[in-house]
């Protein structure tokens, strides 16, 4: 089993980008989601705002985020994303744990996607682990992955929303694939995990599934009106 894919997703709900190794800290993947997307009343995500899906989000050599090539701060920026998300849309930085769904990395396996049968970038996954037999990953929540010196606990399986209808290429919306994951796997789909022991990990790094007693981290997700929503 090894490392196959490495993603980040400097804007939360934009494209993300695909990269060749990570740093790993206690906060999930560098970088990872650290600019949103606020209206009036909170965060806005592809889940009302499928639009955002069609931008990318990538970062330059020095860190700089940025949105179909324009650095995040740039008017353009400003005004491709008002373009899909709405006129009161603006981009903020943040970086409290709030701004993860659930927690600071999603972990998923090729196998348990070529079963699904459907395009696996749907599931927005940090990392994607490559030789995995079928649908073994649905037996690891409460393990742990050692990539490395590298420790990944693994919480739960992730339930799944409207965000995995959107066809990551052309924006269009398949509403059967939601009803898959419903049907076939009780809506459930990938992992829920978190950084136990930060360090850098690479695409074709071994990884092995041990078993390991970690303390459980507190589950993030934005609470609307909450103060650190308003800049």
Known sequence: ???????RYPVK???GERLTSVELTEDGVTADRQIHVQGVHGPLTARTRHALLGLSATTDPDGQVLIDGVPWQDPKAA???REVAGPDARLVRYAGPERFDVLN???ATDGAIAELGHDGRR????????DVPGLAEREWPGRALRIGDTVVGML??????????????TGGQNLDV?????RRYDGRFALDSWVAQPGTIRVGDRVEVVDLDLER???GGWIVGAPYLVP
């Open 105 to 107: 990395l999603l972990v």
């Open 217 to 219: 981290p507190r589950p």
């Open 178 to 182: 939601l009803r898959d994951i419903h």
């Open 13 to 15: 709900s934009l494209r």
């Open 79 to 81: 005004a491709a994303v």
């Open 1 to 7: 089993m090894y490392v196959k894919e490495l993603w």
């Open 156 to 169: 739960k399986l992730r339930a799944r929303c409207i965000v995995t209808t959107i066809d990551p290429d």
């Open 123 to 130: 599931l927005r996954p940090n990392i994607l682990l490559g």
